[in-house]
């Protein structure tokens, strides 16, 4: 029985894992965040389309031109904003999707392999249940040191940047403060001048393109270094609310 295998990654289901992974970023770029790459020239049109719209409204011995020229200006200004907050609210959008998939993912292999020797339904809903932390702790029980890995921080951080997208202020935007506060856009700091991180809040969250790829390669990192089998014998010490899950029987 030590030798009876618990957890199994399937090499071509590891492979396609990464390969739907990659897909969705490659196509998240492609068809959605390109939209955004000429942002200041649809800024500059915004502006000339402005002042084209009120030129009928001009007056001469009333207005002065100047005047219409700056407002053109700071309708460009507005519109590029406008839409770069957009870009920003999107590129989290299709991080939270990216993040939510891979953790179901997970979780859907990691059901699929107990239902091979557990058949109570009260361990998999535990594991669907599970947060963050606890199914860190499972996977740790392989003898899978995965905390101490670089890519399960940047995992660890893209949950936060996820939670505070989806549920503002709270837990989770305390610990990206404390824990991973490049993810909240400074203005002051961006400028040079001495940061504001007490009045930072869920309005500054913040991926650049980068934090993105960097999440990415943080998932399929994960997936390369999920262990092809483990057995019976390489178990350490499960979780308690997974051994209670297993004992429950149900």
């Known amino acids: 029985m030590k030798n009876y295998v618990l957890f199994h990654m399937w090499e071509p289901s590891r492979q396609s894992l990464i390969k739907r992974h990659e897909f969705y970023v490659e196509q998240a770029r492609k068809r959605v965040l390109s939209q955004f790459s000429s942002i200041e020239a649809e800024a500059e049109t915004a502006s000339h389309e402005w002042l084209d719209e009120m030129s009928t409204r001009f007056d001469l011995e009333a207005h002065e031109p100047g005047d219409f020229y700056e407002a053109a200006h700071e309708a460009g200004i507005e519109f590029y904003q406008l839409l770069s907050d957009m870009h920003d609210q ?11 998939e891979w953790d179901k993912q997970l979780r859907d292999w990691l059901v699929a392999e107990l239902r091979h020797w557990h058949q ?21 029980s392989f003898g899978w040191k995965v905390r101490e890995t670089a890519y399960f921080k940047l995992l660890d951080a893209c949950r936060l ?8 202020s709270g837990r989770s935007l305390e610990d990206l403060k404390n824990v991973y506060p490049e993810y909240l856009h400074d203005a002051l700091k961006a400028e040079g001048l001495p940061g504001s991180p007490d009045l930072l809040d869920y309005t500054n969250l913040k991926v650049s393109d980068d934090q ?3 999440f990415s390669d943080a998932i399929v990192a994960f997936w390369r270094d999920v262990p092809g089998k483990v057995t019976a014998e390489q178990m350490g010490k499960v979780p308690g609310w997974f051994r209670r899950a297993i004992l429950s029987g149900g």
């Not at 963050?132 to 499972?138: G, H």
């Open 90 to 100: 999107t590129r989290l959008s299709v991080v939270a999707g990216m993040f939510h």
């Open 120 to 140: 109570g339904e009260n361990a998999t809903s535990k594991v669907w249940a599970a947060d963050f932390s606890r199914i860190a702790d499972l996977l740790e």
């Open 161 to 168: 940047v996820v939670n505070v997208y989806k549920h503002g």
């Open 212 to 214: 993105f790829q960097a």
